[in-house]
């Protein structure tokens, strides 16, 4: 029992990494129709925007050394600025595309993003040591508990809460809900559809940059690649929950990271290293079972 | 003086179909003018290409004056142009209320916004009951009378309505129709309405265009046109005095 406990916390860490991922993957395709491959690239950049430019295989931090509440303004600043870029330089221009233009457009975005990073900071992985003290054990009873994963939970928890009271409460997030409703409509109704959008990139920036810390102060490596599995893995979560509700990214989120947390547990040792196959076989079970996903918004379902 | 309104030679293609081939047509200041025309005859499309939803590829569009020919609709709609649209497109998984905030956030001052609301929530008394409601559960009517007072929230003054009796029952045509005439004298509202069948429409409009495979067939007074055959004519193509042509064809 406390074994399980114990993989459920993990589970819940894992799930809220996928989640805020799923969430600002969710926004963009929800007002877009975009799906953001290189959602996960603004996370590698928030990432190696902690530690100096260089080619070394240990990172030296850089802003990544700065207090904490200056090392969470910067990395959300220069996310969201970046996350800005890919729309002012590519989706922009690219705004009449169709969906699947704009995926492929993505896929190019990602890949320059890697080359970038290539470029100033080298192809090896680097070992960072960036706010390790979070990863301390704490005893809650009879569970030992990383103070990390806490952490993890209670910000996603604020940043979805955020959120919603974003969407639900302020002029700007009820203009988005309408725009991802219905674009046209909304504009016609005098909604600037480039300030919801960049909104929205900001939005997914923020989202972005929080997976970023907490993501290094837990793996403590980097390597230009490793926003690709996050993107691919949110994005799954954004299928199961049912594509454009958010609700339904949270949820395949948390699902997601249930379903690969508890097969890295319970699965035999020889089966491990086919986790993630075994992850995708079940997420094909929930499409069969439901084909538009946990939480379907009706929207979509209208629309496709 | 300018009319309000003026479309000039306006063209309008869809991959390879021409969906309006040069019309023009006008609206005055205050006036009630009505297209009508048969299924596909361009009348949405007209409606489209005026609020900026739909790029012609030839032509001109002046409101008062000044082309707005390839503006966003967002900034025509800061003109105080308003578009009602086919199938209404209410946000249907926003509440009544939301619906009609979204209207009026583009006037920047929610004073008056609230203000504009609550005048319009007195046309609108099922829309008042209903404010809390996702907008989605709304009778077919309910979402139409929301789809003009949502575009009225924008104090427009001129509001195009495409096909407002679209789908429902008489009575339901016969409310909004009234509604729409009193927001007319209240807001000072120049109305530019399409819709499929005369009948209605005849006895308010002041001025009628038909349009048929995308160019304009006729125009007039709806006085003038009140007998019917002119419009009868312009709408299928023959007269009710001439026989059908598949009639004479067989
Ligand atoms: N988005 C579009 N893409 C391609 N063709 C279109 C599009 N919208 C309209 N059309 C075509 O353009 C022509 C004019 O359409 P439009 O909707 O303007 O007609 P309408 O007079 O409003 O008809 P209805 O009374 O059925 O609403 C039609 O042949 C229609 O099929
Ligand atoms: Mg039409």
Redesign the pocket.
């Known amino acids: 029992m406390i074994g399980f406990l114990q993989h459920l916390i993990d589970a819940l860490a894992l799930g809220s990494i996928y989640a805020l991922t799923a969430l600002g993957i969710g926004l963009l395709f929800g007002i877009l129709r975009l799906i953001n491959f290189a959602h996960g690239d603004l996370i590698t950049v928030g990432a190696y925007a902690l530690i100096v430019p260089a080619a070394d295989v240990t990172a030296r931090l850089m802003i990544g050394s700065w207090t904490p509440a200056a090392v969470v303004v910067a990395i959300s600043m220069i996310v969201v600025v970046a996350a800005l870029l890919t729309d002012a330089a590519v989706f922009r221009p690219l705004r009449t595309a169709s969906p699947p233009t704009l995926m492929i457009a993505s896929f190019a975005v990602s890949y320059i993003i890697q080359n970038g990073i290539l470029m100033f900071y080298g192809a090896r992985p680097k070992a960072v040591d960036f706010w390790s003290g979070a990863n301390v054990q704490i005893t809650i009873g009879a569970l030992r508990v990383p103070l990390l994963q806490l952490i993890t939970l209670a910000v996603t928890l604020v940043l979805m809460a955020a959120l919603t009271v974003f969407l639900r409460r302020t002029p700007q997030g009820v203009q988005m809900r309408a725009a991802a409703e219905d674009f046209r409509m909304a504009q016609y109704l005098g909604v600037r559809g480039n300030v919801v959008i960049g909104l929205a990139f900001a939005i997914s920036g923020v989202l972005a940059a929080a997976v970023s810390m907490l993501y290094i102060t837990q793996s403590g490596s980097l390597t230009f690649q490793m926003g690709v599995p996050l993107a691919l893995f949110a994005f799954v979560a954004v299928v199961i929950g049912g594509m454009g509700s958010l609700a339904g990214a949270v949820a395949g989120g948390f699902l997601l990271g249930f379903i690969v947390t508890m097969l890295q547990a319970y699965l035999p040792p020889d089966l491990r290293a086919f986790r993630d196959a075994f992850a995708f076989a079940f997420v094909i079970l929930v499409l069969l079972v439901r084909p538009s996903g946990l939480l379907p918004s009706r929207t979509t379902v209208e629309r496709v | 003086m300018a009319a309000l309104l003026e479309v000039e030679n306006l063209s ?1 293609r ?2 390879d ?1 021409m ?2 081939r040069s019309a023009s047509l006008s609206v005055d200041e205050g006036e009630v003018v009505c297209i009508i ?10 409606l ?1 290409a005026i609020a900026g939803g ?1 790029r012609p590829v030839s032509g001109d569009i002046r409101l008062e004056g000044r082309s707005i020919v390839g503006r966003r609709p967002e900034h025509i709609a800061r003109l105080r142009l308003s578009l009602v649209p ?1 199938g209404r497109h209410i946000f249907g998984t926003l509440t009544v209320e939301e619906n009609l905030q979204i209207g009026g956030y583009m006037l920047g001052d929610r004073a008056a916004a609230r203000a504009g609301m609550e005048r319009l929530l007195g046309h609108f008394p099922r829309l008042r009951e209903r404010l809390r409601y996702p907008a989605a559960r709304l009778s077919g009517g309910e979402q139409q009378m929301l789809a003009v007072a949502r575009a009225v929230m924008t104090r427009p003054r001129l509001l195009l309505v ?2 407002p009796s ?1 789908g429902l029952a008489p009575r339901i045509i016969d409310q909004i129709y009234e509604i729409l005439l009193e927001l007319r004298q209240r807001e000072k509202l120049t109305l530019l309405i ?1 819709e ?1 069948s005369s009948a209605r429409i005849l006895k308010f409009a002041d001025r009628i265009y038909v ?1 048929r495979g ?1 160019a304009v067939q006729v125009e007039g007074r709806a006085a003038d046109l009140r007998d019917g055959e002119a419009i009868h004519r312009a709408y299928f193509g023959f007269g009710t005095q001439d026989s059908a042509p598949a009639e004479t064809a067989a």
């Open positions: 309008v869809y991959g179909l969906a309006l025309g048969p299924n596909g005859a361009g009348k949405s499309t007209t489209a739909v086919e495409d096909e679209l399409n499929q349009l995308g």
